[in-house]
C-alpha cells in the first residue's frame, strides 16, 4: 500500500515533526508544560493529519518505531525547557502490546536526560481492556520509575470507573465533547462537574481538554479544574515557537 511505503519513508527521512500544545493551570492560566502531537508533510500530499496515518502506523507494525522516535524527540527537546516544564505523550495500545514499552522509556529517559517527573504518559481506555496483568505490570513500572500516567479521552469509550481503581492514574483529561457541550448542555456540564468531583476525592489531576471559549474557561474555573488545554489557551506549536513562548516575561 502506497501509504504504508510512504509512512516507512517518512521515518527514514525526516518528514515527521513533534508539535507542542500548552497545557495550563486553570487557576493562574500558567504553561505548566506541553502535549507532543506528531506532524507529517507528505512531499507531494503536504500535511497528513494524525487522525488518518496513526492508524495505519498501528495495522503495519510501525508504530513501535514511529512512537519510540515521538517519544525520543520529545524528550529530547523538552529536557532542554525550564526544569518545570512537563512533556505529555500520547501511547498506542499497539505500543503496550509490545513487550519492551517499559525499558524503551527508560532507557529514552537515561539516554535524553529527562527526569522522570517531567514525563507524563497518556494512555487511552483502550489500553486497559486488551492485557490487564500486564498493562498492570507496565503502569507499575513507569510509577516507579516517577513517570507520571493520564488517562486520556475520558467518558468516551468504554470508560470504567474500575480502571480508576486498577490502575495507578495520577491525571484524568476530560474529553472535550463534554467540554464542547457544556455551555449548552446541562448534563454534560454535571458529568464535568462529577468528574471533576471524583478526581479531586481520589486526588487525581483533572485536566479538561479542547478549551476554545472564554466561557468554558470561566465555567472550568468555577469548578475549580485543575488543568485545561485548547485552542484558547494555546494550538499545539512547532519547537521553535514553544521556545519563545517560554521566553515571554509573565
Ligand atoms: O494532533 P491531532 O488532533 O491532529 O491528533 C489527532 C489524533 O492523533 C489524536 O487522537 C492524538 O492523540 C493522536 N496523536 C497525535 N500524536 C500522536 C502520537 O505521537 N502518538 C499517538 N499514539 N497518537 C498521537
Ligand atoms: O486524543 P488527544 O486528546 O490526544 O488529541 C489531541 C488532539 O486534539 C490534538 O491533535 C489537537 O490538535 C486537538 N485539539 C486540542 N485542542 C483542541 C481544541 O481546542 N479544539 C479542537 N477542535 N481540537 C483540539
Ligand atoms: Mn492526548
Ligand atoms: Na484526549
Known amino acids: 500500500r502506497l501509504l504504508e511505503r510512504d509512512l516507512r519513508q517518512a521515518l527514514a527521512t525526516n518528514q515527521l515533526e513533534v508539535h507542542y500544545q500548552p497545557l495550563v493551570d486553570c487557576d493562574q492560566v500558567k504553561v505548566l508544560g506541553f502535549e507532543a502531537l506528531v506532524r507529517w508533510t507528505h512531499p507531494e500530499r503536504g500535511s497528513i493529519s494524525p487522525a488518518e496515518f496513526i492508524p495505519l502506523a498501528e495495522e503495519s507494525g510501525l508504530i513501535i518505531p514511529l512512537g519510540a522516535w515521538v517519544l525520543r524527540t520529545a524528550c529530547t527537546e523538552a529536557a532542554a525547557w525550564p526544569d518545570d516544564k512537563i512533556i505529555a505523550v500520547n501511547l498506542s495500545p499497539a505500543q503496550f502490546r509490545h513487550a519492551d ?23 487511552t481506555e483502550g489500553v486497559l481492556i486488551d492485557d490487564t496483568d500486564r498493562t498492570l505490570e507496565t503502569l507499575n513500572t513507569f510509577k516507579e520509575a516517577g513517570v507520571r500516567i493520564s488517562l ?9 470507573l474500575s480502571y480508576l481503581q486498577r490502575f495507578p ?6 474529553d472535550r465533547s463534554f467540554i464542547w457541550e ?3 448542555n446541562p448534563d454534560s456540564m454535571s458529568i464535568v462537574r462529577a468528574v471533576i468531583a471524583l478526581g479531586r476525592s481520589l486526588r487525581i489531576t483533572v485536566t479538561a481538554e479542547g478549551v476554545e471559549t472564554q466561557e468554558q474557561l470561566a465555567l472550568l474555573q468555577n469548578e475549580q479544574c485543575d488543568q485545561a488545554q485548547g485552542f484558547l489557551l494555546g494550538r499545539p506549536l512547532p519547537l ?5 513562548l517560554l521566553a515571554e516575561p509573565r
Not at 532507557?107 to 514525563?119: A, F, K, Q, S, V
Not at 492514574?169 to 476530560?174: E, G, R, S, Y
Open 152 to 160: 486520556d479521552d475520558f467518558g468516551t469509550g468504554y470508560s470504567s
Open 101 to 123: 514499552l517499559a525499558r524503551e522509556v527508560l532507557t529514552i529517559l537515561d539516554e535524553t536526560g529527562l527526569p522522570p517527573h517531567r514525563l507524563e504518559l497518556e494512555i
Open 169 to 174: 492514574f495520577d491525571k484524568i483529561k476530560i
Open 182 to 184: 457544556m455551555e449548552k
Open 240 to 244: 521553535r515557537d514553544v521556545g519563545k
